[in-house]
């Protein structure tokens, strides 16, 4: 595996494209990505995670758009478009390890309907239902509500990931997108902004995680598991 942080030059970018990367718009920065795996045909070969860049130490302003990128092949840079810093990502884990971890992801459950194929349900957005009547949407049961299914989701799935959370993992931005894509209805989904601690379970499990992202919308930004020595 390659672990990149690619970089965009706004330059070599459409008003239109531009406009969308600097949105957060999935589908652009997904198209945009697959040009530095120009020679790939098949399924999508790599995890990404979109941030805006933070400090301005290494002479880069602040606020133009980071990718960070996990592939399963090294990416070709694209002189005046994409600049990748790019280095081969084989993780040493063991059982006990405990790493800091930072993740966005998109929970969902398997909602059955009778007599249908199960749908797939947005657990905050199921979470806050019992809320809706009466303004109780906005009150601080409800947000601790949401809060504590998306830690529950992932904390009931983290053994099937090969870790485990020793502590509760912090909940950040919840967002709602809906990604236009030719034409027909758009594609809807969440993403969710986790971090804090996990304890390394099953390495190999945890390595085959790594790789293969965390839940759905794995297209469009989410799944991607990052992680570093506390």
Known sequence: MYLSRVRVDLNGLSRGVLFDIMDGRAYAAHQLLWRLFPDHQGARPFLYRQEM???????????????????????????????AQCKPFAPVLEA????????RANPTIAKSVTGQRGQRADVLMAAKYPFESGGDRKSQACADAMDAAARGWLEE???????????????????QHALSKDKGRPIRFSSVDYEGLLEVVEPGRLVETLA????????FGCGLLLLRRP
Do not use: C
């Not at 799935?157 to 967002?175: K, Q, S, T």
């Open 157 to 175: 799935r983290a053994g099937a990931w090969g870790f485990r959370l020793p502590v509760a993992p912090e909940v950040g931005a919840y967002r």
């Open 96 to 103: 006990g390890d405990r790493l800091a971890f930072r993740l």
């Open 212 to 219: 293969q992202g965390v839940g759905r919308a794995k297209a």
């Open 53 to 83: 860049e933070e400090s301005g130490e290494d002479g880069v302003p602040k606020g133009l758009p980071l990718f960070y990128v996990l592939s399963d092949r090294e990416p070709q840079p694209i002189a005046g478009l994409l600049e």
